[in-house]
């Protein structure tokens, strides 16, 4: 064991386990009969039983109230701890004070909520007049939860504000974040320590990560793929259910699974959705056999142990473009997804394989710590001047109304009374996170970084993908827009990349023409105004055509495709000298219109009158058709300025003549 100062101010001891060692054993052996008080614990390694060593009270024969970030994590400990009280919101109070009153249980064991502990809990010991900060131990598992959930959950760190009130009190997980200035004081003001258990082995896990820009195709994929090679259970961990019913449908679609070859795993209102949504498969509760593909939304991310027969294959997404908050947390969220396996297999496993598919967002913005320490400063003196303001005023409604409106109630706590550290803490820790997902390379340094994972680093190389698309077409006009262009901008040079983009923009074919035409920064003088920039882009296209139209190519190939007709007494009919014409422009790649078709935005008019551009004709209605017959081809529009000027090579060719051309077919 060693001791040394900590990371900012926070003493840090330094405590090691073996190979095939449980924790109680580890500490035991250093001088520790039960888990510390006043202890951040870093356990490190996922199932080593802290918390089965607080609740068994051979090993810990005290008191305990242990804080369980999930409901179903509560539920998976009472199956194990016959002798402990779940709480939560099924739970009565009444049961729970028969629970305290009995005389047959030595050591109270309760297992609750935070939700449970605030409501029930405090209640019943008030009720009963129980000190419970003197005669229980009280451990919050699981505690980078109080951070990473504070945000959509502000009840989740409610009991924090008792917690600190107990004598003998911990916080412990596998993945504890490090306090920031905000949550540090709290700590450090109650003299807590930063506890690390370090495995004396190499404990890590080899991890294929694929960084993708077509995430459900390369999901699907690689789903396929395990199944195909015999996996007896694939596990999803995804933090959507909106998500995991888009991979469902689509695995059900393309017979990749049967109806009964999935199961969703998820809270009860996220389950009775999927239900209406005809996905029958899917519980809020653990129920084995698993199936061959089984998908776990984050309530089961830290909550449950999977114990199974055979190995399993694991993946892990994260798909910021269609849900920012899928991001998975390379230093927490991951290593507990995979740590919810907890049979070790003859060959030294606990699953198969390991995979993280992860979507890399496009300009993805990151503030800087400073940025929100300042943006949290702003808030409060804001908040501090209307409150002022309300106390003074002989009416305060108005002012309590504008308070209610302000941004600084994303980290007031639930009374309303002061500010949740852990909230502002969750601010820091969205942009720490977001700034793994810059760049492919930045989320693998992040993966290795863990010190958890053996990464093979798998990138996919494509320039646009279907993440790309989805995100354009999820996007208003204008962003829609600017999304197109940005995409054009990083692709331009990659010709399979901009068919790919024309394939699936269709409606947007104009403003993809624009960029390549009068290019982005006259796009961005017009504001991406869709009118302003179609007149600009016909204006261009109209002049480009009349370039092409009386090139030296393009004339030559007008001499060739009537040489035999001009001259002679031979009368064409109008409709096949237009069609012969049409055939050229096209060939140039020159839009038209002709008369009754409806076409708009043609960069010329394919009428009689452009015949007379290039000859001098004579017209005639013989036999009720009309029929044009050439004097002579308009030699003088070889000395025009244009012709001279503005050399167009045809797209196809100049020898052999599109007349030729079509007559060698």
């Not at 959507?240 to 009964?260: A, F, W, Y």
């Not at 409606?507 to 017009?526: R, T, Y």
């Not at 007379?612 to 070889?638: C, H, I, Q, T, W």
Request: net charge neutral; proline share 4%.
């Amino acid at each position: 064991m060693s001791e040394q100062n900590g990371f900012k101010g926070l003493e840090v001891v330094e405590l090691n386990i073996s190979k095939g060692e449980y924790l109680s054993e580890a500490l035991k052996r250093q001088g520790y009969p039960m888990l510390p008080s006043n202890a951040i614990i870093n356990k490190v390694m996922t199932g080593t039983g802290a918390t089965y060593m607080e609740l068994n009270a051979k090993l810990s024969p005290r008191n305990s109230i242990v804080i369980e970030p999930f409901k179903s994590s509560v539920e998976n400990k009472v199956l194990t701890f016959n002798e402990a009280q779940g709480v939560f919101k099924e739970v009565t109070v009444k049961k729970l004070i028969a629970y305290l009153k009995n005389p047959n249980i030595k050591y109270k064991k309760i297992i609750t909520t935070p939700e449970g502990f605030q409501s029930k809990v405090l209640k019943v010991a008030k009720d009963l007049g129980l000190n419970i900060y003197k005669e229980f131990f009280c451990l919050f598992d699981e505690s980078e939860h109080l951070t990473e959930d504070t945000g959509y959950r502000r009840s989740i760190s409610a009991p924090m504000k008792e917690f600190f009130k107990f004598e003998g009190k911990a916080v412990v997980s596998a993945t504890p974040l490090k306090p920031s200035k905000y949550t540090l004081t709290l700590f450090l003001r109650h003299q807590f320590k930063w506890v690390e258990i370090k495995p004396d082995y190499d404990y890590r896990e080899d991890m294929t990560l694929i960084t993708t820009r077509s995430f459900y195709s390369r999901v699907k994929q690689e789903v396929k793929r395990l199944l195909d090679n015999g996996s007896p259970h694939v596990c999803i961990f995804y933090k959507t259910t909106e998500g995991i019913c888009s991979i469902v449908e689509s695995l059900l679609h393309d017979g990749i699974i049967k109806e009964d070859d999935y199961k969703v795993f998820c809270s009860k209102d996220s389950a009775d959705k999927l239900k209406s949504r005809f996905l029958e498969h899917s519980t809020d509760k653990l129920e084995l056999p698993l199936r061959r593909v089984n998908l776990f939304t984050s309530r089961f991310f830290p909550s449950i142990d999977i114990n199974l027969k055979e190995l399993c294959d694991v993946l892990i997404l994260s798909n910021y473009d269609h849900v920012k908050h899928t991001l998975i947390n390379p230093f927490t969220e991951a290593i507990q997804c995979q740590g919810r396996f907890r049979h070790v297999f003859p060959n030294g496993k606990r699953y198969n394989s390991l995979t993280v598919i992860a979507s890399i967002p496009n300009e993805l913005e990151v503030k800087p710590e400073e940025e929100i320490y300042k943006d949290i400063e702003a808030r409060i003196k804001c908040y501090r001047a209307i409150q002022q303001e309300g106390i003074k005023a002989d009416d305060p409604t108005y002012y309590d109304k504008e308070l209610k409106r302000l941004r600084l109630n994303e980290v007031l706590n639930s009374e309303r009374n002061g500010f949740d550290r852990f909230s502002i803490e969750q601010l820091l820790l969205d942009e720490q996170v977001k700034g793994y997902y810059l760049s492919p390379n930045a989320l693998r340094q992040a993966y290795e970084d863990t010190g958890y994972f053996n990464v093979d680093f798998q990138p996919e190389d494509e320039a646009v993908g279907e993440d790309d698309i989805y995100r354009i077409k999820a996007a208003k006009a204008k962003d829609k827009y600017q999304l197109i262009v940005s995409t054009l901008e990083a692709t331009k040079d990659n010709a399979e990349a901009i068919r790919f983009v024309r394939a699936q923009c269709v409606e947007e074919e104009w403003l993809i023409n624009a960029f390549f035409k009068l290019g982005k920064e006259v796009i961005e003088q017009q504001q991406y105004g869709k009118t302003a920039i179609k007149k600009l882009l016909k204006q261009t296209e109209e002049e480009e055509a009349l370039q092409r139209r009386f090139s030296p190519e393009f004339l030559h190939d007008m001499i060739r495709e009537f040489e035999s007709e001009t001259g002679n007494d031979l009368y064409i009919p109008v409709k096949n000298v237009l069609d012969r014409i049409g055939y050229l422009l096209d060939c140039y790649g020159i839009t038209y219109s002709r008369y009754g078709d409806g076409k708009k935005d043609a960069m010329c008019k394919l009428s009689e009158a452009l015949i007379k551009e290039y000859f001098d004709p004579r017209r005639s209605n013989r036999e009720g058709e009309a029929k044009v017959k050439f004097v002579r081809f308009k030699e003088e529009l070889f000395k025009r300025k244009d012709c001279e000027e503005h050399i167009i090579p045809c797209l196809l060719y100049t020898s052999p003549s599109p007349r030729d051309m079509r007559r060698s077919r």
